[in-house]
């Protein structure tokens, strides 16, 4: 079974600039995650989506970030402009449903750097 | 009331010792705790888990201790290994889906 797909692995960007991560899930998962991960700290979710609808986004800055997930499957997010404060590892991770025991996979990440 | 407290930062055991990671929490809403293992360049990977119904879960090496009263868990890596150097999180879910994790603690487990 293939795990969590996740593109670019690394971006540098100056600050105001734009970027945008790209997640793949794992087949037939219906909930997807995005984790902002900073050094040190652990995952902190940004937003979860329940097929293509959100779930969860209080913890989403949306002024600057946003998120979607097409036909309920790929996912991409995005940052607009960036700040500095924005380094971080980008986590997406998967779930076949949203239980409460249910596991979820990560992907491997996409690491910012914001300059 | 939405933290879970995580510690030590950072660990170093000799092989075949004991691996002791501790948690703390606030919210008695959480009832489900699990471990995320995560390898420098990798996604966290669960680990190992438990409800708070029960004190001790085992699996293998691994071993959660439960201590409801005290709002307090720990994960206990015996017969630690190289293999096994590593970020550990511990996590609390926190309702609606969504997991509470903590600060990580950078394991290192000398040959």
């Known amino acids: 079974e293939a795990g969590v797909a996740q593109s670019p692995r690394y971006k540098i960007i100056e600050k105001r600039q734009s970027v945008a991560f790209w997640c793949n899930p794992i087949s037939g998962h219906a909930t997807l995650y995005w984790y902002q991960q900073i050094l040190g700290q652990g995952p902190k979710l940004l937003i979860q989506?329940?097929?293509?609808?959100?779930?969860?986004d209080s913890q989403l800055p949306k002024d600057r970030f946003s998120a979607e997930r097409l036909k309920g499957v790929d996912s991409t997010l995005k940052i607009q402009p960036a700040k500095l404060e924005d380094s971080a590892v980008y986590l997406c991770a998967s779930s076949l449903v949203a239980g409460l025991t249910d596991t979820q996979y990560f992907g491997p990440g996409t690491r910012l750097t914001v300059l | 009331q939405q933290q879970v407290k995580q510690s030590p930062q950072s660990l170093i055991v000799q092989k075949g010792g004991i691996s002791i990671i501790n948690c703390a929490y606030e919210n008695t809403a959480f009832d489900y705790f699990p471990w995320y293992q995560q390898f420098p360049g990798k996604g966290p990977a669960l680990l190992i888990a438990?409800?708070?119904?029960?004190s001790e879960k085992k699996e293998g090496r691994f071993t959660i201790s439960f201590n409801k009263s005290a709002k307090q868990f720990s994960l206990h890596i015996m017969d630690s290994q190289p293999g096994d150097s590593a970020t550990y999180f511990c996590a609390a879910f926190a309702g609606t889906y969504k997991y509470i994790f903590g600060t990580g603690t950078r394991l290192k487990v000398l040959a």
């Open positions: 989506f329940q097929n293509n609808g959100v779930v969860d």
């Open positions: 438990i409800r708070p119904d029960v």
